[in-house]
């Protein structure tokens, strides 16, 4: 194996690119589904290589657990410094088991708060009204088969117009019909899992947003009007300081993205629905790359977990 096995923990660095092409070049929903899926792949990849790493580098050491046949000199071969590699394997694998565990536990305590305070709201109509003069909007996902519901204060809708107002809740449901929450809390677990992975969070956080700006728009008819609910929303959050963000208003919902950049995309043209950019054009080519960089990723892991499982079968009898 040598050091092709250490290429998955760098090889997330060829999707930086491929994050900044989703988000200009592609639909907004298609986007988000091949970036999240890059993040899973990349994610497992480097914690395969960590275990690898672990499982090699510290088998030779006295008092280990493994079977001893397993220190055998062609089995630490396969990994270059192995003593040192497998030493520095332990803490990171510890540092993204920790970070992962946080994640979801941040996640699940959310939802809990949101579900105490929806709990005081009588009835429970899809869309649920809270009396606030702060301005503030976010959709709780439902449990599994479950439809969710959207949360607003009088605060923001005293701000928006009725068609603005239809644009606010369209967008809201299209976070609960598209589960944009998955997508976000499986890239927040993937740039726990590798550091490099964190432009791809960002970049779900925003097509998330995009995704949903669309979809409202073509629930209402109006991209300008979708633009100015969005905006003012912005606005009027930033007024109150962020004081009106509920304890559910988190990335493990729905992100608000970069609020310029999505207003300017409503004001231009409706975005093309493409899966793919041409082939021949410059933006295909660096996605062609950037593919090309999580396959192998991807394949270099399978291959060094494959490898050295043979390895370790033939150098003890289990």
């Known amino acids: 194996m040598g050091v092709f096995v250490l290429l998955p923990l760098v090889l997330p660095l060829t999707a930086w690119p491929m994050a900044r092409i989703a988000e200009v070049h592609l639909a907004p929903r298609h986007a988000t589904a091949l970036l999240t899926a890059v993040a899973a792949v990349l994610a497992v990849s480097s914690t395969l290589c960590l275990a690898l790493l672990m499982v090699v580098g510290t088998a030779q050491l006295p008092g280990n657990p493994l079977p001893d046949a397993w220190s055998d000199p062609q089995v630490r071969a396969a990994v270059p410094l192995e003593g040192v590699a497998g030493a520095a394997a332990i803490p990171a694998l510890l540092a993204v088991a920790a970070a992962g565990a946080h994640a979801l536990w941040r996640h699940h305590r959310l939802r809990r708060r949101a579900a105490r305070a929806l709990a005081a709201v009588p009835g429970q ?5 809270l009396p606030d003069d702060l301005p503030y909007a976010y959709a709780v996902p439902g449990r599994p088969g479950g439809h969710g519901r959207m949360v607003v204060s009088s605060g923001l809708l005293a701000r928006l117009d009725a068609r603005e107002r239809r644009a606010l809740i369209a967008h809201e449901h299209a976070h609960l019909a598209g589960r944009h929450h998955r997508h976000l809390l499986i890239t927040q677990l993937a740039a726990r899992a590798n550091p490099f992975l964190r432009p791809l969070r960002t970049a779900v956080a925003y097509t998330t947003e995009r995704w949903a700006d669309e979809d409202a728009a073509r ?10 609910a969005i905006g003012k929303a912005a606005l009027a ?5 962020g004081r009106g963000l509920p304890p559910a208003h988190s990335p493990a919902f729905a992100a608000p993205g970069p609020v310029p950049r999505r207003v300017a995309a409503l004001l231009g043209p409706v975005p093309a629905d493409r899966r793919w ?7 295909g ?4 790359a ?8 991807a394949l270099s892991a399978a291959n060094a977990a494959v490898t050295l499982l043979l390895v370790l079968k033939a150098a003890t009898p289990l």
């Open 125 to 129: 109509a899809r869309i649920a009204v």
């Open 219 to 228: 629930a209402v008819g109006d991209r300008r009007a979708v633009a100015r």
């Open 237 to 241: 959050s930033h007024g109150a300081g």
């Open 277 to 283: 950019p041409p082939a021949h054009s410059a933006a």
């Open 285 to 288: 080519l660096a996605a062609w």
């Open 290 to 297: 950037a593919a090309a960089g999580t396959a192998a990723s």
